[in-house]
């Protein structure tokens, strides 16, 4: 069984930087395509960013490309989301998600998730 804990999330002024990390533990990592998701008060939640197995495929949403990035470490089962250029609509609460073998940028696709890290980004 997969469990994925976030942190790195924080207040910060628009156009700084955060980096996201979420750490697995559980068996099986290197077959695990991993997503971050995010939803702000009041709004669905909406695909941001993922990887695949091996780190060779990447998906954004449009509204990130250009300033998010995310990658993988798979010695550290660890995923990170490096978020730059932060705008005042990036605040949500920011989740991380894991699914077997192929990448995906539909929550519905991904079976575990983390708990949450909050993003607040003031103008």
């Known amino acids: 069984q997969v469990q994925l804990v976030e942190s790195g999330g924080g207040l910060v002024q628009a156009g700084g930087s955060l980096r996201l990390s979420c750490a697995a533990s559980?068996?099986?990592?290197?077959?695990?395509?991993l997503g971050w998701f995010r939803q702000a008060p009041g709004k669905e939640r909406e695909f941001v960013a993922a990887v695949s197995r091996r780190g060779d495929e990447t998906l954004y949403a449009d509204s990130v490309k250009g300033r998010f990035t995310i990658s993988r470490d798979n010695a550290k089962n660890t995923v990170y989301l490096q978020m730059n250029s932060l705008k005042p609509e990036d605040t949500a609460v920011y989740y991380c998600?894991?699914?077997?073998?192929?990448?995906?940028?539909?929550?519905?696709?991904?079976?575990?998730w983390g708990q949450g890290t909050q993003v607040t980004v003031s103008s």
């Open positions: 559980g068996s099986s990592f290197s077959n695990l395509s």
């Open positions: 998600a894991a699914r077997f073998w192929v990448v995906s940028g539909t929550s519905a696709d991904y079976g575990t």
